[in-house]
């Protein structure tokens, strides 16, 4: 397999030209083609720890990066009123405590607090469980600093992701992929030739006539997916009963001058709206349901709650949660929006893109239509599609609110079986279990399911080996140095203002 022909630029499609460049063998010659009169979505302003191992990955200097897209660091996601109004919670990035050989660190806070309700030990002594994350405490006091220590540190215990402008970053990327020889073409593309007898595709032509033959072909032409689904006709599988959400209103307006090191989301009467703070600017938008709120109706909401001033007029997007029956078909693999969309509650839109990359680099087909990597592929992304899906559910399903119709419709909905074993189990002994390469970690599950008010009955009885008056002690203790290790850091902004100011030519 000699010819890679990427259809459509936008971060995906960069995201795949670089990582491509820096992996596939000498003789693979890589195009990408796109167009300056079709738009990007670029809204994902918010992103996961992982794509600082992309990043590393390519080479790419997290300061550089950056100071290139006006980059803030994001410790978590703080999410106000969805459990109840009046209510918010944390979830952190980093982890909850220390564990021991034998026993998860949840399970001696689910005793401690315990101990607390029964009236054995004060409730004071009993705490928030983000009292015992780094992350969580940093988040609040405005503070942050690089993971650094041994294991057994508390600073390495730290997390982080980025906000950060995705046009920007798909900018940067572009410079390093033509760097590394990958070939871009301007132009739109209008047909497809296709093997009447395989149902490969053969080449692409451009509006200009030209035509773009190739081995393998990557679609990453957004929610149009020009290739996997017009031509290619890989069903949609869609997740509108789980995940009713369907459109999302976007708008940038001006910066904070103390931008907090995480993402706010706050539920609204038919969806969530999120603020995400950049060096130059605040990302703000409100996805809802366009069964439960009008378009205007939304629009008045979002620009009632803004704190900043507008930069521009809102975008206007339309959107099905899903993804496609098959990812890879014939010699085609369809990665970013083409593949799949899972609504943006949870950052995962470029970690899904960087996913749909990490797997076809790992199964690189030895020709463009190989039976054996493509299988693979598809259930892979599948897997990783539905394990997030099951994620973003357990937010909506989990709530005791019941002011608006939308908030008991997701509270009463039925949800997929894969999350409802998982609450079952965690109610039952307070245990969770995901796939060792699950994206989100146990720690990611207990907050979400602390902070939307579901409580394990009991903990694990292996935590009694423990003397009580060791485990007070010791967690006590565990606390305060997480405190005092929070309030030593310098804060998020006087990092950002020595290590990550923009360069002057970012735009």
């Known amino acids: 397999m000699k010819r890679v022909v990427i259809v459509g630029g936008g971060t995906s499609g960069w995201m795949c030209a670089a990582a491509l ?33 992309f990043n590393q990955f390519l080479g790419i200097d997290e300061h550089e990066m950056l100071r290139a897209c006006s980059g803030t660091f994001k410790l978590g996601i703080e999410f106000i009123d969805w459990y109840k109004k009046a209510e918010r919670y944390f979830h952190p990035f980093g982890f909850f405590g220390k564990d021991t050989p034998d026993i998860p660190f949840h399970q001696l806070w689910l005793k401690l607090n315990k101990l607390a309700r029964d009236g054995v030990i004060s409730k004071d002594i009993a705490s928030d469980i983000c009292d015992y994350n780094l992350c969580t405490r940093a988040a609040k006091l405005g503070r942050f600093a690089q993971p650094q220590g041994g294991a057994n540190t508390i600073m390495s215990t730290m997390r982080h992701a980025y906000h950060f402008d995705s046009s920007a970053y798909g900018k940067l990327l572009r410079r390093y992929a033509e760097q590394k020889q990958v070939m871009r073409i301007e132009g739109k593309v209008v047909d497809v030739c296709q093997d009447r007898i395989s149902g490969n595709i053969h080449s692409v032509v451009l509006e200009s006539g030209q035509e773009i033959e190739g081995d393998l072909f990557i679609d990453c032409s957004g929610f149009r997916a020009l290739l996997i689904a017009e031509h290619l006709k890989s069903e949609f599988i869609d997740w509108s009963k789980y995940l009713p959400c369907d459109r999302a209103i976007a ?12 993402t706010r989301a706050y539920a609204q009467k038919a969806g969530w709206r999120w603020e995400i703070p950049l060096q130059n600017r605040t990302g703000n938008g409100y996805v809802y349901s366009s069964a439960h709120l009008s378009q205007d109706a939304a629009l008045n909401s979002l620009m009632g709650s803004i704190q900043t001033t507008p930069l521009h007029e809102p975008r206007h997007l339309k959107f099905r949660t899903g993804h496609r029956q098959t990812f890879w078909q014939n010699n085609c ?23 749909g990359i990490q797997h076809l680099t790992k199964w690189w087909p030895a020709n463009g239509d190989s039976g054996a990597e493509k299988t693979r592929y598809n259930q892979a992304m599948a897997a ?35 999350l409802k074993e998982k609450i079952e189990f965690f109610q039952s002994s307070g245990q969770i279990f995901t796939k060792p390469d699950a994206l989100f970690t146990p720690h990611s599950w207990i907050a979400v399911m602390l902070g939307q008010g579901i409580q394990p009955a009991h903990y694990d009885e292996l935590v009694d080996r423990i003397p009580q008056k060791a485990l007070v002690s010791n967690l006590h203790g565990l606390r305060e140095s997480i405190r005092r290790t929070a309030e030593s850091m310098t804060t998020h902004q006087h990092y950002l203002i020595t290590h990550c100011t923009p360069c002057k030519s970012a735009s």
Do not use: C, K
Request: charged share 15%.
């Open 21 to 53: 460049a820096r992996v596939s063998p000498p003789q693979t010659h890589i195009t990408l083609i796109e167009s300056d009169d079709i738009g990007i979505i670029g809204v994902g302003e918010a992103t996961i720890p992982l794509l600082a191992e």
């Open 251 to 262: 708008i940038q307006t001006t910066s904070y001058s103390n931008p907090p090191a995480y």
């Open 333 to 355: 693999v369809a990665i970013g929006l083409a593949g799949g969309f899972i609504e943006p509650l949870e950052s995962t839109s470029i970690h899904l893109v960087q996913v």
């Open 384 to 418: 990783e599609y539905q394990d997030i899906r099951d994620f973003i559910v357990l937010h909506y399903s989990a709530t005791s609110r019941n002011d608006s119709a939308f908030w008991r419709h997701v509270r009463d909905m039925p949800i997929p079986q894969t």
